[in-house]
């Protein structure tokens, strides 16, 4: 069982930027974050593979940077530019599968979640 630690997250006006770190306690294939809203789904923010792969949402390109130390077991999000609707509780997850995939079903391990607002 791998445990996902996670620090970062607050209150931040809009145009603002936060950072979000996680701490796998063993090395997976995929790291990644999502975000769930209140009364929507959690969806996919950005993943990166062991290899460097990365895998952005639409709504956060430009803003948002993933980054990972492999030594580690760390994977980082850096979000800038924050806007009201990135507002949420962000989780982290990670997957030992070889491919990075949206969907919630492919992860297998997750973090308690931090939350972010954002104020307009």
């Known amino acids: 069982q791998v445990q996902l630690v996670e620090s970062g997250g607050g209150l931040v006006q809009a145009g603002g930027s936060l950072s979000l770190s996680c701490t796998a306690s063993?090395?997976?294939?995929?790291m990644g974050w999502y975000r769930q809203a209140p009364g929507k789904q959690r969806d996919l923010v950005a993943a990166?593979?062991?290899?460097?792969?990365?895998k952005y949402a639409e709504s956060v390109k430009g803003r948002f940077t993933i980054s990972r130390d492999n030594a580690k077991n760390t994977v980082y999000l850096q979000m800038n530019s924050l806007k009201p609707e990135d507002t949420g509780v962000y989780y982290c997850?990670?997957?030992?599968?070889?491919?990075?995939?949206?969907?919630?079903?492919?992860?297998?391990?997750w973090g308690q979640g931090t939350q972010v607002t954002v104020s307009s």
């Open positions: 997850a990670a997957s030992p599968r070889r491919t990075i995939k949206s969907s919630v079903n492919e992860y297998d391990y």
């Open positions: 063993a090395s997976t294939y995929v």
């Open positions: 990166v593979s062991l290899g460097g792969i990365i």
